[in-house]
């Protein structure tokens, strides 16, 4: 599948509507995005492609920096190609996998960023709908700025008429998928509050009530966003359109409410901190300074040094006598913590649970297994669970110290995640997904290599670990692009 100009590399994604491939434009010798818009068994496919192209063609003549511009279009085959510029950057979808969930603040400022792209959208003559908002149609660029991407339903929708459904399941609204409903502005809000939920708690299937557990109440909802950023989400995705925000306009109103508050609960702590400095120091200036205060001042400086020395040598003798059994109640409390996680059905506590015992201890080995056992090896490694997977590495702290303070330990890890990818959830996005996982396992391992000065016994578990994720590196590269 090609055409002279425009040369399909390899796909990346399957998007609303079809396939999503990455090209290159060979008069411009640029990189381009192409979009499949499939038949899937339309029986008057000619005439909807015709009106398709019509509508697109409107498309074109948008303008605003933060939607890709729509260059050509052209059939191919049963398909319509939808050539778009390609932006720079990596999809939310996969920044919240690598990097863990955002802050409040961060994901009130990309909800205004994403607001304002859809209030334009929504004031065109007639409305343009998204209806296919998502982490992954989100596009960070290296500015910090985020793109909206991929409008094959978009082009394909008519507010008043349609017939079909469509939408991502779990991000559209509910009345997407039935074609007797008429859609509006309203649909996209929902599809939007979905999105920050995901950039909030890296899942998007989130109990946003709180009312059925006192431990989700404290721990899965009020320590990542306040009351006020709740009840705005709520409003997002409430099931009846009529109980949602009615316009983009009342959704960027209420956020930039939301941030002020924000900035302003920030401000208010630093001028407490300040204030807290300037009546400790007001008390030491208001004193005037004593004839004899240099001596005064040096007496009291042999006095203080000779207290810091006992009380130094007082807490190294305690840290001597009580060290270890300090470690045994630090190894009891990450035994308790693994046990409660492998116990609970509750997806939430499960993370807790983990996150704690590797907080406790980054690098203990049966903390690993278990994740391994739990999440991976179970045989039903999916979205979801590579969420709260990444979550609790990233909740923990544990990637931050396991690379330097064991990297075989680190790569074998990111071997079994890559293979997780690779063989759990699969696809286009999986197996990309797995790429980045083992290419984790060469670099860790290559840096280790370099520390090493002598053969260990080890070593022949880091070549077969080495040989095997270059394997799953090469099978990824010639795995055909179709």
């Not at 409305?127 to 909206?148: E, F, M, Q, R």
């Not at 920050?196 to 109440?217: A, H, P, Q, Y």
């Amino acid at each position: 599948m090609s055409r002279p100009r425009y040369r399909i590399l390899r796909p990346l994604s399957r998007g609303g509507g079809g396939r999503i491939y990455l090209a290159m434009d060979e008069k411009l010798k640029v990189f381009r995005i192409v979009k499949e818009i499939c038949r899937n068994g339309e029986s008057d496919w000619k005439l909807k492609q015709q009106q398709f192209i019509s509508e697109i063609r409107v498309f074109k003549e948008l303008q605003h920096p933060y939607i890709p511009k729509i260059l050509d279009i052209y059939t191919e085959n049963d398909s319509l190609m939808l050539v778009m510029e390609r932006i720079e950057g990596e999809n939310l979808k996969h920044y919240i996998y690598q990097k863990g969930v955002a802050d409040e603040e961060t994901v009130v400022r990309w909800g205004l960023e994403l607001a304002n792209i859809l209030s334009f959208l929504h004031k065109k003559n007639p409305p343009i709908l998204h209806l296919d908002l998502k982490p992954s149609n989100v596009i960070l660029h290296a500015s910090g700025k985020l793109y909206l991407v991929d409008f094959g339903i978009a082009f394909a929708q008519k507010a008043s008429n349609r017939s079909t459904i469509m939408g991502t399941k779990g991000f559209a609204a509910p009345e997407q998928f039935y074609v007797d409903k008429r859609l509006d502005g309203r649909a996209d809000i929902y599809g939007f509050g979905k999105c920050l939920i995901f950039c909030l708690f890296g899942r998007v299937n989130v109990d946003l009530s709180c009312e059925d557990s006192e431990w989700k109440k404290e721990s899965c909802v009020k320590n990542v966003c306040s009351e006020t950023l709740l009840h705005f989400l709520q409003k997002c995705i409430a099931q009846d359109p009529e109980d949602r925000w009615q316009s983009m306009d009342d959704v960027e109103k209420e956020l930039e409410s939301i941030l002020h508050f924000i900035e302003d609960s920030k401000d208010q702590t630093a001028r407490d901190s300040l204030s807290t400095v300037e009546f400790l120091a007001g008390n030491s200036l208001e004193k005037k300074p004593h004839a004899f205060s240099f001596f005064r001042k040096k007496e009291h400086k042999i006095a203080s040094f000779g207290k810091r020395c006992f009380l130094c040598f007082f807490f190294f003798l305690l840290f001597l006598t009580v060290g270890k059994f300090g470690q045994k109640i630090n190894d009891m409390e990450v035994e308790t913590s693994l046990n409660y996680a492998r116990e609970s059905l509750d997806s939430e506590k499960k993370v807790a649970y983990y996150s704690h015992a590797l907080s406790l201890s980054p690098c203990k080995e049966e903390s690993y297994d278990s994740l391994l056992e739990d999440y991976i090896e179970s045989g039903s490694f999916t979205e979801e669970k590579a969420t709260d997977l990444l979550n609790i590495l990233q909740e923990s702290g544990a990637f931050l110290i396991v690379p330097k303070e064991n990297p075989v330990l680190y790569a074998r890890f990111c071997y079994a995640i890559g293979l997780g990818f690779y063989e759990g959830i699969g696809g286009i996005e999986g197996k990309n997904e797995s790429r980045l996982w083992f290419e984790r396992v060469m670099e860790a391992l290559s840096e280790g290599e370099a520390a090493e000065t002598e053969d260990t016994e080890e070593d022949t578990d880091i070549d077969q670990c080495k040989e095997e994720a270059r394997h799953m590196l090469l099978s990824l590269e010639d795995r055909p692009s179709s």
